[in-house]
Nanobody
């Protein structure tokens, strides 16, 4: 698998919106998990949202539920993270990561874990800055 390629990010005022995209390649039958992580200065990296390559299985950290939406264009193997109602605490470097998983036609919500140690391929990261 190739390194995920991220795009998007930038600077916005609190309450604004931004969208991130991540394209992955090299997977068969959409058998992968894709996750967004973020790391703020001086803090540990944390999981934000995950999605199964076949769709229908997503996870969100409590801090972004109701504000962020992860979605997937299966044909393009590209995931998007729509971030609304952004807060200054959302500031950080956002990373896309992916890992192959066995194909399943019935993914469970817990299929794609949020632990960064589970992910094999990582993007370069894109900065998100939210000002108050």
């Amino acid at each position: 698998q190739a390194q995920p390629v991220e795009s998007g990010g930038g600077s916005v005022q609190a309450g604004g919106s931004l969208s991130l995209s991540c394209r992955v390649s090299g997977y068969t039958r959409s058998s992968y998990c894709l996750a967004w992580f973020r790391q703020a200065p001086g803090k540990e990296r944390e999981g934000v949202a995950t999605i199964y390559g076949g769709g229908d299985s997503t996870w969100y950290d409590d801090s972004v539920k109701g504000r962020f939406t992860i979605s997937l264009d299966k044909d393009k193997n590209t995931a998007s993270l729509q971030m609304n109602s952004l807060k200054p605490e959302d500031t950080g470097m956002y990373y896309c990561a992916s890992v192959p998983v066995p194909f399943t036609s019935s993914p469970t919500p817990s299929l794609c874990v949020s632990a960064d140690s589970a992910y094999k391929d990582w993007g370069q990261g894109t900065q998100v800055t939210v000002s108050s």
